[in-house]
C-alpha cells in the first residue's frame, strides 16, 4: 500500500477526462491525491472491493467509460473475474452495500442509521471503518460520473478511445514543494506546447465538432489566487473548441456584462435579511428548483453493457421539494451540521483515534482541501474580462447544488442565486447533478457561451465537488446517529 506522502504525480498516466480537470492544475493535484489515496493508500477495505465499488457506483448514473476503465483496474488487482458477470455473483457482503449505493446516488436524504446498523450487525458485517471508507469511495464516483457527462464527453470516451493530443499543452504547478504535471501529452516539444491555445485538450476528445466556447474564469490558483494568469493552463485567450464559435443553439442566458453588474450591484448591498426572510427565500428557490422538468424517458433504459451492475433503474433522484407532495423531508440545516464542524472535525478525525488506519485523518484531510480549492479557484477573470471578483458567482453555484439535495446553508441569502444563475444555467446544474446521462454535448455547447474554456470546466467541477459534500454529509451525519 502507498501512503499520501509517497504519491507523486509525475508517476501517474493520466486518463483523459483527468486531463481535462487539467485545466486546473491546483484542482487536479487535489483530486489526484484524493483518488489515489482512498484507491490504493491505506485503508480497510481491501483492493477488490474498492474497485468494484468505483463499477457499481458509476453504473447507477450509467456511465460506461468509467466502469470499462475500473473493470479492467479491478482485473489488475487481482480482482475476480466472475464479479464481473453482475451483482449475483458478488460475496454477500459487497451486495449488502448495493442499497446505500443506490439511496446515496439518487436520494441521499433517505439515508437512515438502520442503513449503517444492518451493514454492521448482519452475519457478513462490516466494520465502522470500512463503511466510512465505502460511502467515501461511492461518493467520489457518483460525482465523478456527473464531471463526466457535464462536460459533454461521453459519446466519445465510452469507447475507451485514447486520440492523440496532438497540441496538448504541459503545464507545470508546485504544490508543496512537489512539481505536478497535469497531464502528459506524446510527442511536441513543451516550447511548443506552451504557446498553443487551451481548445486543443476538449477539442481533440469532444465528438461535436460545432462545440461552442467550453469555459474558464474558474481556472485556478486553487487556495493561493496570487498565481500568474499567463502561467497556467485555463489563462489563454478566448476561443471556441474548433476554432468555431457556434452559438446558435445557444439558449438565452445573461451576458457577462450583465452578470458582472449584478455581482456588483449585490458585494455593494447593505440591507440585511430577517431569519425568516432567508427562510423563505430558500423555500422559494427550492420550489422553483423542484419545477424544473428534465427531458427523460417514462422508463429508464440502462446500456446492456452495464446493467448486469444495477438494480431498481427506475429509482432515480426525486425533487426534495415537491409542490403538493406529503411528506416532505426535512431541510437538510448547514447551521445543525456542517462539514466543517461535525463532517470533517467530528466523524473522520474521531475515528483515527479509533482505529489503528490512518485513512480518515488523511482523507478527511485531502477531502477538505478537495472541496475548498474547488469553492475557492479563481484568476479573478471571466469571459476574457480580467479583474473579476467572482465569489458571488461561484457561492450561488455551489450553494445551489446544495439546495437541490435539500441543504440549506443558513447564512446566505438565496435571492442572489435568481439573481446570477439564469434558467437554463440552473436546468443544466440540475441535470448535470440528477440525470447527469441525459447531457448531450448540445446541452453542454448552450450555457455559459461567452466564458473561457477553463470556466465552464470549473462550473462542472463546483457541480462535482458541491454533490460529493452533499453525499457525505447525509452519510457522516446518519453514521454521527449511529454511534450516538
Same mark, same amino acid.
Given at each position: 500500500m502507498c501512503s499520501i506522502h509517497e504519491y507523486n504525480m509525475a508517476d501517474l498516466e493520466l486518463d483523459q477526462v483527468t486531463q481535462v480537470i487539467g485545466y486546473h492544475p491546483r484542482f487536479l493535484d487535489h483530486f489526484l491525491r484524493t483518488q489515489n489515496f482512498i484507491m490504493k493508500g491505506d485503508g480497510p477495505l481491501p483492493y477488490d472491493y474498492r474497485y468494484y465499488l468505483a463499477i457499481i457506483a458509476a453504473a447507477r448514473h450509467q456511465c460506461p467509460y468509467l466502469v470499462k476503465m475500473y473493470e479492467k483496474e479491478f482485473l489488475n488487482q487481482g480482482?475476480?473475474?466472475?464479479?464481473? #458477470?453482475?451483482?449475483?455473483? &458478488?460475496?454477500?457482503?459487497?451486495?449488502?452495500?448495493?442499497? &446505500?449505493?443506490?439511496?446515496?446516488?439518487?436520494?441521499?436524504?433517505? +439515508?437512515?442509521?438502520? /442503513?449503517?446498523?444492518?451493514?454492521?450487525? #448482519?452475519? #457478513?458485517?462490516?466494520? +465502522?471503518?470500512? !463503511?466510512?471508507?465505502?460511502?467515501?469511495?461511492?461518493?467520489?464516483? /457518483? =460525482?465523478?460520473? =456527473?464531471?463526466?457527462?457535464?462536460?459533454? +464527453?461521453?459519446?466519445? +470516451? @465510452?469507447?475507451?478511445?485514447?486520440?492523440?493530443?496532438?497540441?496538448?499543452?504541459?503545464?507545470?504547478?508546485?504544490? %508543496? %514543494?512537489?512539481?505536478?504535471?497535469?497531464?502528459?501529452?506524446?510527442?511536441?516539444? !513543451?516550447a511548443q506546447q506552451a504557446v498553443q491555445p487551451q481548445k486543443t485538450v476538449l477539442s481533440e476528445i469532444i465528438l461535436n465538432s460545432n462545440a461552442t466556447v467550453i469555459g474558464g474564469e474558474f481556472s485556478g490558483s486553487g487556495l493561493n489566487t496570487n498565481v500568474s494568469v499567463n502561467n497556467a493552463v485555463g489563462a489563454a485567450p478566448s476561443t471556441a473548441l474548433n476554432g468555431v464559435n457556434n452559438k446558435k443553439n445557444a439558449l438565452p442566458s445573461a451576458t457577462v456584462e450583465v452578470l458582472m453588474e449584478r455581482m456588483k450591484v449585490l458585494s455593494q448591498k447593505q440591507d440585511e435579511c430577517t431569519e425568516a426572510e432567508l427562510s423563505n427565500r430558500f423555500k422559494s428557490v427550492e420550489m422553483q428548483t423542484a419545477e424544473l422538468s428534465t427531458t427523460a424517458p417514462q422508463t429508464p433504459v440502462v446500456p446492456p453493457v452495464i446493467s448486469h451492475y444495477v438494480e431498481d433503474p427506475n429509482f432515480t433522484y426525486q425533487d426534495f421539494a415537491r409542490r403538493g407532495a406529503e411528506n416532505i423531508p426535512n431541510t437538510f440545516r448547514?447551521?445543525?451540521?456542517?462539514?466543517?464542524? /461535525?463532517?470533517?472535525?467530528? !466523524?473522520?478525525?474521531?475515528?483515527?483515534?479509533?482505529?489503528?488506519?490512518?485513512?480518515? *485523518? @488523511?482523507?478527511?484531510?485531502?477531502?477538505?482541501?478537495?472541496?475548498?480549492?474547488?469553492?475557492?479557484?479563481?484568476?479573478?477573470?471571466?469571459? %476574457?474580462?480580467?479583474?473579476?471578483?467572482?465569489?458571488?458567482?461561484?457561492?450561488? &453555484?455551489?450553494?445551489? &447544488?446544495?439546495?437541490?439535495?435539500?441543504?440549506?446553508?443558513?447564512?446566505?441569502?438565496?435571492? *442572489?442565486?435568481?439573481?446570477?444563475?439564469?434558467?437554463?444555467?440552473?436546468?443544466?446544474?440540475?441535470?448535470?447533478?440528477?440525470?447527469?446521462?441525459?447531457?448531450?454535448?448540445?446541452?453542454?455547447?448552450?450555457?455559459? !457561451?461567452?466564458?473561457?474554456?477553463?470556466?465552464?470546466? /470549473?462550473? #462542472?467541477?463546483?457541480?462535482?465537488?458541491?454533490?460529493?459534500?452533499?453525499?457525505?454529509?447525509?452519510?457522516?451525519?446518519?453514521?454521527?446517529?449511529?454511534?450516538?
Amino acid at each position: 500500500m502507498c501512503s499520501i506522502h509517497e504519491y507523486n504525480m509525475a508517476d501517474l498516466e493520466l486518463d483523459q477526462v483527468t486531463q481535462v480537470i487539467g485545466y486546473h492544475p491546483r484542482f487536479l493535484d487535489h483530486f489526484l491525491r484524493t483518488q489515489n489515496f482512498i484507491m490504493k493508500g491505506d485503508g480497510p477495505l481491501p483492493y477488490d472491493y474498492r474497485y468494484y465499488l468505483a463499477i457499481i457506483a458509476a453504473a447507477r448514473h450509467q456511465c460506461p467509460y468509467l466502469v470499462k476503465m475500473y473493470e479492467k483496474e479491478f482485473l489488475n488487482q487481482g480482482g475476480n473475474p466472475e464479479w464481473l #458477470n453482475g451483482l449475483d455473483y &458478488i460475496p454477500s457482503k459487497l451486495r449488502a452495500i448495493y442499497e &446505500i449505493n443506490k439511496i446515496l446516488a439518487h436520494r441521499p436524504w433517505l +439515508l437512515r442509521k438502520e /442503513h449503517i446498523e444492518s451493514l454492521t450487525r #448482519n452475519k #457478513n458485517s462490516w466494520s +465502522l471503518s470500512e !463503511v466510512v471508507h465505502a460511502m467515501v469511495l461511492l461518493s467520489h464516483f /457518483h =460525482s465523478l460520473s =456527473s464531471f463526466v457527462f457535464s462536460c459533454g +464527453l461521453t459519446q466519445k +470516451l @465510452d469507447g475507451l478511445s485514447s486520440p492523440k493530443f496532438k497540441t496538448a499543452q504541459v503545464s507545470t504547478a508546485t504544490v %508543496g %514543494g512537489m512539481t505536478t504535471i497535469p497531464y502528459q501529452p506524446s510527442q511536441p516539444p !513543451v516550447a511548443q506546447q506552451a504557446v498553443q491555445p487551451q481548445k486543443t485538450v476538449l477539442s481533440e476528445i469532444i465528438l461535436n465538432s460545432n462545440a461552442t466556447v467550453i469555459g474558464g474564469e474558474f481556472s485556478g490558483s486553487g487556495l493561493n489566487t496570487n498565481v500568474s494568469v499567463n502561467n497556467a493552463v485555463g489563462a489563454a485567450p478566448s476561443t471556441a473548441l474548433n476554432g468555431v464559435n457556434n452559438k446558435k443553439n445557444a439558449l438565452p442566458s445573461a451576458t457577462v456584462e450583465v452578470l458582472m453588474e449584478r455581482m456588483k450591484v449585490l458585494s455593494q448591498k447593505q440591507d440585511e435579511c430577517t431569519e425568516a426572510e432567508l427562510s423563505n427565500r430558500f423555500k422559494s428557490v427550492e420550489m422553483q428548483t423542484a419545477e424544473l422538468s428534465t427531458t427523460a424517458p417514462q422508463t429508464p433504459v440502462v446500456p446492456p453493457v452495464i446493467s448486469h451492475y444495477v438494480e431498481d433503474p427506475n429509482f432515480t433522484y426525486q425533487d426534495f421539494a415537491r409542490r403538493g407532495a406529503e411528506n416532505i423531508p426535512n431541510t437538510f440545516r448547514i447551521q445543525d451540521y456542517s462539514w466543517d464542524d /461535525h463532517g470533517y472535525s467530528l !466523524v473522520l478525525k474521531r475515528f483515527s483515534a479509533s482505529f489503528s488506519f490512518s485513512l480518515y *485523518e @488523511d482523507v478527511g484531510t485531502l477531502l477538505d482541501q478537495k472541496f475548498r480549492c474547488a469553492y475557492s479557484l479563481t484568476y479573478f477573470t471571466m469571459g %476574457g474580462v480580467k479583474n473579476v471578483d467572482t465569489s458571488k458567482f461561484r457561492r450561488a &453555484i455551489w450553494n445551489y &447544488i446544495q439546495c437541490i439535495y435539500g441543504i440549506r446553508h443558513d447564512d446566505y441569502d438565496y435571492g *442572489e442565486v435568481n439573481q446570477l444563475l439564469d434558467r437554463p444555467l440552473k436546468m443544466f446544474i440540475k441535470t448535470a447533478c440528477c440525470f447527469p446521462d441525459r447531457i448531450t454535448t448540445k446541452d453542454y455547447d448552450s450555457i455559459l !457561451v461567452e466564458l473561457l474554456d477553463s470556466e465552464k470546466v /470549473h462550473v #462542472n467541477l463546483m457541480v462535482m465537488e458541491a454533490r460529493n459534500q452533499a453525499e457525505l454529509l447525509y452519510a457522516l451525519r446518519e453514521i454521527m446517529r449511529y454511534m450516538t
